[in-house]
């Protein structure tokens, strides 16, 4: 089974090299990269140059294109591999990723996609958490606002391209591909870490960028024919979605709105509290805030 890795890539020259680093030393042979680059001014493309030299799987075009949906596209029209991931020039894959992932989709004939959990880390690669994404059920992936790392899914490249690919209209493109697969097929967990997301402060999963994600993923509910078209309980549940994605992504200092949202995704989706990030919950509790203080200065003294 031949694997196709997608690197949409712009002014990523300080990470792209660790990033091809974790692809090139996976165990797993039959493998094609592909760096999409939008006509970086950095070293991106000095870089690339350098990998090709070493990995002649290694496949790469640098020019002008429309943002990430764009170079994703691209990436996926150029891809030759049955399945396909598409990875962040800033992210990780950890030691036998692909191979964990090319043997699930053997072992589940059927399957067209396959995820599996994520590390957090910061800008020098040092580790924050781990983050272990649920097994599928509409309820949780719901609960989790469909957030789960495009570093850590796998898919069936046909599909992809069957759906249309990214569509650039939404903030979170990855996020309007997955609710879109999943009406086509039951995604497989595998429960193990695959990937590590790098989080620092000029990636695009960042607060000054929170106004775009939750506009999006609102717009991405609402525009849905697939859930326009489905039985009440996923219609109950996008809703409860919509609300949790203000929970996530509203701003910090309108902390009673926020709580608003939590109690009407409470009311739509009452077992969300078992898929959320635990923290963000508890923040939503009245006092929190000041018991956590309290605490910290107790345990201070």
Wanted: charged residues 20%; neutral net charge.
């Amino acid at each position: 089974m031949k694997v196709s890795i997608v690197l949409p890539s712009f002014n990523q020259g300080p990470f792209i090299g660790r990033t091809l680093d974790t692809v090139f030393s996976q165990d797993y042979d039959n493998l094609e990269v592909i760096v999409v680059d939008g006509a970086s001014t950095d070293n991106t493309v000095e870089v690339l140059q350098q990998y090709q030299a070493k990995h002649p799987n290694l496949r790469w075009l640098s020019e002008p294109d429309k943002g990430p949906a764009d170079a994703v596209n691209k990436g996926l029209a150029m891809a030759t591999g049955e399945v396909c991931g598409i990875q962040s020039t800033d992210d990780l894959y950890l030691p036998g990723a692909v191979s964990t992932v090319a043997e699930a989709f053997e072992r589940h004939a059927d399957a067209q996609m396959v995820y599996g959990n994520v590390n957090v880390i910061n800008g020098n690669d040092e580790f924050v958490s781990e983050t272990i994404v649920p097994e599928f059920s509409w309820e949780s992936w719901f609960g989790i606002t469909l957030c789960v790392p495009q570093s850590s899914i796998f898919f069936k490249t046909d599909l992809a391209r069957r759906l249309g690919g990214w569509r650039g209209q939404y903030f979170g493109c990855d996020l309007d591909l997955w609710l879109r697969m999943l009406f086509q097929t039951t995604p497989v967990h595998v429960n193990r870490t695959l990937s590590s997301w790098r989080v620092y402060e000029e990636q695009r999963t960042t607060p000054q960028h929170y106004a775009k994600i939750l506009d999006g993923f609102r717009r991405m509910i609402d525009d849905s024919e697939e859930i326009a078209a489905a039985p009440f309980k996923i219609r109950r549940l996008a809703r409860a979605a919509r609300h949790l994605a203000a929970v996530h992504f509203g701003p910090a200092e309108d902390m009673w709105t926020r709580r608003w949202h939590a109690l009407c995704a409470l009311f739509w989706h009452p077992s969300y509290p078992r898929y959320a990030y635990g923290p963000l919950v508890r923040s939503m509790l009245p006092g929190y805030g000041r018991l956590r203080r309290l605490k910290k200065r107790l345990t201070q003294s």
